[in-house]
């Protein structure tokens, strides 16, 4: 079935699950561009503003205002709350195949490679800017080859391609001749601390950074600021140490992005807690990240 590809090819066809899509102006990639949301992640930050592209296969989704019994024929829904026990052991899941209704939605809907590039071609009087299209995720390398096949359509037509990416995926550097502008987080220079927060390593992060800088002519290293994990005056010099070793040329910058809870009420609404505790980064920390850098020959930016 289409809606159980995952980003997998099936017969002659490549699928993606996109759990959001729309454009912004050089948030995401240079000049304005047409962002697609990639579903699946592999790691579980916390901090996540978009919890709800972490799950490969989506998830259920509600909206307080029309959350009603109405809205789950198997009586999932009571007292304005969804029983997420009923729907685990659903199979059909009625409320979101059959039913018209606004209370509980899928996360993502699956399209095909073929349908992505001709909205990706039909939107192409929108690039303006330098602008063109952007896979962000979620995590991109969880649907790698049909993200790899996306690449490919859209460098054939000769619409500019950006990917925001994690980094962690053993085979990225194959994504290099593919992409003309490459974002990729680092959330921690030091493996064990970035094991306890993400759930992974950062060996393979940390791996294409090296590769992907070494190869590629246009590098934007992002690096979330979050208290308590890596905001902390020593771990300015941890990252200036990761860096001037790892980064390959001048061509490749860093970015320090300030720590918000934007995502605080999607966790509500996937059915998850918001276990980040309360805190703030430090006024001039970005700041004071940045001198750090700077003083050590790497370049920082702030888009």
Same mark, same amino acid.
């Given at each position: 079935m289409v809606a159980e590809t995952g980003g997998r090819v099936t017969g002659e066809e490549k699928y993606l699950k996109i759990f959001q899509k729309g454009f912004n102006y050089s948030q995401d990639g240079m000049g304005n561009r047409l962002i697609l949301h990639l579903q699946g992640c592999n790691m579980r930050c916390p901090w996540c503003s978009n919890p709800e592209?972490?799950?490969? $296969?989506?998830?259920?989704? *509600? @909206?307080? /205002?029309?959350l009603d019994e109405s809205c789950c024929p198997k009586g999932a829904v009571r007292d304005g709350k969804l029983d997420r026990s009923v729907c685990g052991t659903c199979e059909g899941r009625e409320c979101v195949r059959e039913r018209r209704q606004k209370g509980i939605? #899928?996360?993502?809907?699956?399209?095909?490679? @073929?349908e992505l590039a001709e909205e990706c071609i039909r939107s192409?009087?929108?690039f303006?800017?330098? +602008?063109?299209? *952007?896979? *962000?995720? +979620?995590e991109i390398g969880m649907q790698f080859e049909a993200a790899k096949e996306l690449l490919r359509r859209l460098g054939e037509v000769s619409i500019h391609r950006a990917i925001e990416s994690n980094g962690s995926h053993p085979q990225m550097e194959e994504l290099v001749p593919l992409v003309d502008q490459w974002i990729m987080d680092v959330k921690h220079y030091d493996d064990e601390v970035h094991k306890k927060w993400t759930g992974i390593s950062n060996r393979h992060t940390i791996e294409n950074l090296e590769k992907v800088s070494a190869a590629h002519q246009d590098v934007l290293i992002r690096v979330?600021? !979050?208290? +308590?994990?890596? $905001? =902390? #005056? &020593? $771990? =300015? &010099?941890?990252? =200036?140490? #990761?860096? &001037? @070793?790892? !980064?390959? +040329?001048?061509?490749?910058k860093v970015e320090f992005l300030i720590y918000h809870e934007f995502g605080r009420g999607k966790w509500e609404q996937c059915g998850k807690s918001y276990l980040m505790p =309360?805190?703030?980064i430090a006024p001039g920390r970005a /700041?004071?990240? @940045?001198? !750090? #850098? *700077?003083s050590r020959g790497i370049t920082c930016v702030r888009t």
């Open positions: 592209g972490m799950p490969p $296969d989506g998830v259920l989704m *509600t @909206e307080k /205002e029309w939605r #899928l996360s993502c809907q699956v399209c095909s490679v @073929e192409k009087p929108m303006f800017g330098g +602008g063109g299209v *952007t896979l *962000t995720g +979620g979330p600021l !979050i208290p +308590g994990f890596n $905001d =902390a #005056l &020593e $771990d =300015a &010099e941890g990252f =200036a140490g #990761l860096f &001037e @070793e790892k !980064i390959k +040329g001048t061509h490749t =309360a805190g703030r /700041e004071y990240f @940045e001198k !750090i #850098l *700077t």
